[in-house]
């Protein structure tokens, strides 16, 4: 069974790049489908933040495109997502998730971030 | 970016009732619509793709409708497991865009 796990600091400052992995099992990440990242801000607006592709293309939201990076290392079966110069509107919860055609169909469990001094 | 309007933002049911959720999108979506459903501290799991279809494992209480800017979900008897907030994603365009969510909870 397929299983996605995010991990990563709880607390990041202003200014600052948010850092986060995602520790996928059940499934090579190079096999198919696109890894995506998915946030949930306080409120429960959520905004589609970009995938890598099986074959490690990207694809961002153009809203986030000038801050942010998702990368991958195959070896460990993990993808990753960068976010730079975060403020307080960047406080949310992160979510990583297998993206089919259309949508997600397995998602992890989330792991919330706070952008705080 | 489509636009996602999710109406209503609360619903309170009884049991066994019948509700329903919806969500407008800003331009046609050509029934590229999946609803979601997420319980308190937990990943969100799929209910209905493509409109109307039904995921594997999802009881049949659940179904989808709709087409071009409007969508629904309906839960035909609502039951106590179903508490929780519901949200739809359109799967038409990049960037990829939520509904506001509803918040469901058993009166």
């Known amino acids: 069974e397929i299983q996605l796990q995010e991990s990563g600091p709880g607390l990041v400052k202003p200014s600052q790049s948010l850092s986060l992995t995602c520790s996928v099992t059940g499934y090579t990440i190079t096999s198919g489908y696109d890894w995506s990242w998915i946030r949930k801000f306080p409120g429960n607006k959520m905004e589609w933040m970009g995938y890598i592709s099986n074959s490690g293309s990207t694809n961002y939201n153009p809203s986030l495109k000038i801050r942010i990076s998702i990368t991958r290392d195959t070896s460990k079966n993990q993808f990753f997502l960068q976010l730079n110069s975060v403020t307080t509107e960047d406080t949310a919860t992160y979510y990583c998730?297998?993206?089919?055609?259309?949508?997600?169909?397995?998602w992890g469990q989330g792991v919330m971030v706070t952008v705080s001094s | 970016d489509i636009q996602m309007t999710q109406s209503p933002a609360s619903l309170s049911a009884s049991l066994g009732e019948t509700i329903s959720i919806e969500c407008r999108a800003s331009?046609?979506?050509?029934?590229?619509l999946a609803w979601y459903q997420q319980k308190s501290g937990k990943s969100p799991q799929l209910l209905i793709y493509?409109?109307?279809r039904l995921q594997d494992g999802v009881p049949s209480r659940f179904s989808g409708s709709g087409s071009g800017t409007q969508y629904s979900l309906k839960i035909s008897g609502m039951q106590p497991e179903d508490e929780g907030d519901y949200f739809c994603?359109?799967?038409?365009?990049?960037?990829?865009?939520f509904g506001g969510g509803t918040k469901l909870e058993l009166k």
């Open positions: 493509a409109a109307n």
């Open positions: 998730a297998r993206w089919g055609r259309r949508y997600p169909h397995y």
């Open positions: 331009e046609d979506i050509y029934s590229n």
């Open positions: 994603l359109q799967g038409s365009k990049f960037p990829r865009t």
